[in-house]
């Protein structure tokens, strides 16, 4: 490990809080998430989940709180200070974002092909030849047969469909990706080849990620750590299987002895 | 003798919430050290908590109270201390765990399930799978399962893969968690012979055998785990 990289934290999230009136979403957050780290958030509907992960990822606001992210150049920035343009290399280029339900993160009536393309045209390129190689070897990649290159993802079945919102991801090569239930209403074989593939690409791409979701068994594939939500606060963090195997807080203990052995 | 493992006065309880808060007491002052070369056998009755020291020692269960003093590259880490992310790279780098049973990820084939810790450590792809390979065929896996996710596989033979992929990296320390109970005698003699090269490449080794005659063939000391013992 290149110690001088990975000794800087990618992303900072400090005392994190967001309400809506007098509803708290999230409450007093604090992480730091370092390169090639990922970092699972994991609780029950409505422990706020997926309000951080919007906080984090710049798409809402918090009420109280900071998240500063390290740019390409090495400077840690806060995001709310950034630029329009600095904002924009983010979410095409520097971050990816995959949504539960891949209609919100592709465009449906485009074909495959392009939806891949499209985040690289974003960033610049232009030549339609390479762009329509990258698209295919990113395709390959992630298991979706060439020869569906020019249908739109409507065409697609729901695992497909999720396998080409994480190629249309991944092909700026981000440094972080958002993940929100990647796995969510998949069938139970699709999930497994899903996150095997997920696993193998955030190795070999030395990826950071920070994935929502309430499936313990995805947690424990997926992810280094944890955090255990419960009604917008973190209770409990760690490395994931000792938080998984040695559970401190009454509520992480109910979540791990709630699982159904198979 | 510059040990490997150092632990001085380990605790463990468990609080179980869901059962109205009852402790669990573990373990309590668990001391020994062990060095390069070394393989130190944990005895003790189940239930003894001998599993529970050996999870510590990995960093998968938190430790109360004590040291557990690793030796990583140049320099001590305390796991009973240590941030994940040192534990991961202690983990990486330092100490292996072959576990009792294959925590297996579905799909993946038997012959990169025992590459890839080599693979995570930076070697390329096929000389990690050329030493997987190798270390199959000692273990008497049969070459047509190898291309096969071990999901199916027999006790046994699943046993076997764990054992291959616990022993295929350098890493200087192993522990072992019950290694041999689901061998036959010549596969429990082929995970001697293992361990004796690992002892001869100087890793430090933590074993639970309950087999006494492996156990006398592996052990170069045993420490009694009921010396340990926390019941109030």
Same mark, same amino acid.
């Given at each position: 490990?290149?110690?001088?990289?990975?000794?800087?934290?990618?992303?900072?999230? &400090?005392?994190?809080?967001?309400?809506?009136?007098?509803?708290?979403?999230?409450?007093?957050?604090?992480?730091?998430?370092?390169?090639?780290?990922?970092?699972? #958030?994991?609780?029950?509907?409505?422990?706020?989940?997926?309000?951080?992960?919007?906080?984090?990822?710049?798409?809402?606001?918090?009420?109280?709180?900071?998240?500063?992210? %390290? /740019?390409?150049?090495?400077?840690?920035?806060?995001?709310?200070?950034?630029?329009? =343009?600095?904002?924009?290399?983010?979410?095409?280029?520097?971050?990816?974002?995959?949504? @539960?339900?891949?209609?919100?993160?592709?465009?449906?009536?485009?074909?495959?092909?392009?939806?891949?393309?499209?985040?690289?045209?974003?960033?610049?390129?232009?030549?339609?030849?390479?762009?329509?190689?990258?698209?295919?070897?990113?395709?390959?990649?992630?298991?979706?047969?060439?020869?569906?290159? $020019?249908?739109?993802?409507?065409?697609?079945?729901?695992?497909?469909?999720?396998?080409?919102?994480?190629?249309?991801?991944?092909?700026?090569?981000?440094?972080?990706?958002?993940?929100?239930?990647?796995?969510?209403?998949?069938?139970?074989?699709?999930?497994?080849?899903?996150?095997?593939?997920?696993?193998?690409?955030?190795?070999?791409?030395?990826? +950071?990620?920070?994935?929502?979701?309430?499936?313990?068994?995805?947690?424990?594939?997926?992810?280094?750590?944890?955090?255990?939500?419960?009604?917008?606060?973190?209770?409990?963090?760690?490395?994931?299987? @000792?938080?998984?195997?040695?559970?401190?807080?009454?509520?992480?203990?109910?979540?791990?002895?709630?699982?159904?052995?198979? | 003798?510059?040990?490997? #493992?150092?632990?001085?006065?380990?605790?463990?309880? !468990?609080? /179980?919430?869901?059962?109205?808060?009852?402790?669990?007491?573990?373990?309590?002052?668990?001391? !020994?050290?062990?060095?390069?070369?070394?393989?130190?056998?944990?005895?003790?009755?189940?239930?003894?908590?001998? +599993?529970?020291?050996?999870?510590?020692?990995?960093?998968?269960?938190?430790? &109360?109270?004590?040291?557990?003093?690793?030796?990583?590259?140049?320099?001590? #880490?305390?796991?009973?201390?240590?941030?994940?992310?040192?534990?991961?790279?202690?983990?990486?780098?330092?100490?292996?765990?072959?576990?009792?049973?294959?925590?297996?990820?579905?799909?993946?084939?038997?012959?990169?399930?025992?590459?890839?810790?080599? #693979?995570?450590?930076?070697?390329? %792809?096929?000389?990690?799978?050329?030493?997987?390979?190798?270390?199959?065929?000692?273990?008497?896996?049969?070459?047509?399962?190898?291309?096969?996710?071990? +999901?199916? !596989?027999?006790?046994?033979?699943?046993?076997?893969?764990?054992?291959?992929?616990?022993?295929?990296?350098?890493?200087?320390?192993?522990?072992?968690?019950?290694?041999?109970?689901?061998?036959?005698?010549?596969?429990?003699?082929?995970?001697?012979?293992?361990?004796?090269?690992?002892?001869?490449?100087?890793?430090?080794?933590?074993?639970?055998?309950?087999?006494?005659?492996?156990?006398?063939?592996?052990? $170069?000391?045993?420490?009694?785990?009921?010396? !340990?013992?926390?019941? =109030?």
């Amino acid at each position: 490990m290149a110690e001088n990289d990975n000794d800087q934290p990618l992303l900072v999230a &400090d005392r994190l809080s967001k309400n809506y009136g007098r509803l708290t979403a999230c409450c007093d957050v604090s992480f730091a998430l370092y390169p090639g780290e990922v970092l699972a #958030i994991v609780g029950e509907s409505g422990s706020g989940k997926t309000t951080l992960l919007q906080l984090l990822s710049a798409q809402l606001a918090p009420s109280a709180g900071h998240v500063s992210y %390290r /740019m390409r150049d090495g400077v840690l920035r806060d995001l709310a200070a950034l630029g329009e =343009a600095e904002r924009r290399f983010l979410f095409r280029t520097d971050w990816g974002y995959v949504h @539960q339900d891949p209609a919100l993160g592709l465009r449906m009536a485009v074909s495959a092909g392009a939806n891949v393309g499209e985040r690289l045209m974003a960033v610049g390129w232009n030549h339609y030849g390479r762009i329509r190689d990258t698209a295919s070897s990113w395709l390959e990649r992630v298991e979706i047969d060439i020869g569906r290159i $020019d249908d739109a993802p409507r065409t697609y079945s729901g695992g497909m469909r999720q396998r080409l919102q994480i190629a249309r991801n991944l092909v700026t090569e981000p440094r972080l990706v958002f993940m929100d239930e990647p796995t969510g209403g998949l069938d139970v074989s699709v999930q497994a080849r899903l996150l095997d593939l997920l696993r193998n690409l955030v190795g070999e791409l030395g990826l +950071s990620a920070i994935v929502v979701t309430h499936d313990l068994a995805v947690a424990r594939l997926l992810s280094h750590r944890v955090m255990v939500m419960k009604g917008g606060r973190v209770i409990e963090t760690g490395l994931t299987d @000792q938080v998984l195997d040695d559970p401190r807080e009454p509520y992480t203990q109910l979540l791990v002895s709630s699982i159904l052995p198979a | 003798m510059t040990a490997m #493992i150092d632990i001085e006065n380990a605790e463990k309880t !468990f609080t /179980m919430h869901l059962q109205g808060g009852v402790e669990l007491p573990v373990v309590r002052g668990v001391s !020994f050290q062990v060095g390069r070369g070394e393989c130190v056998v944990l005895s003790g009755p189940s239930g003894a908590g001998k +599993s529970s020291i050996l999870k510590m020692i990995f960093g998968n269960y938190r430790c &109360d109270a004590g040291q557990i003093g690793i030796r990583h590259g140049g320099e001590v #880490i305390d796991l009973a201390q240590a941030e994940p992310r040192q534990i991961l790279s202690v983990r990486r780098a330092t100490i292996g765990y072959v576990s009792q049973f294959l925590r297996a990820v579905p799909r993946v084939p038997t012959i990169d399930v025992v590459a890839e810790p080599l #693979i995570a450590n930076g070697v390329a %792809r096929p000389e990690a799978r050329r030493q997987a390979a190798s270390l199959l065929k000692t273990l008497n896996i049969p070459e047509r399962l190898w291309a096969l996710p071990p +999901s199916t !596989f027999s006790g046994g033979e699943q046993q076997r893969v764990n054992i291959a992929r616990g022993f295929i990296s350098d890493l200087p320390i192993l522990l072992l968690d019950e290694p041999t109970a689901s061998l036959d005698a010549v596969n429990g003699a082929v995970v001697v012979d293992l361990i004796d090269e690992k002892k001869r490449a100087g890793v430090a080794m933590v074993a639970i055998v309950h087999d006494n005659q492996i156990r006398n063939l592996i052990a $170069d000391r045993v420490v009694d785990v009921t010396t !340990f013992a926390a019941a =109030a």
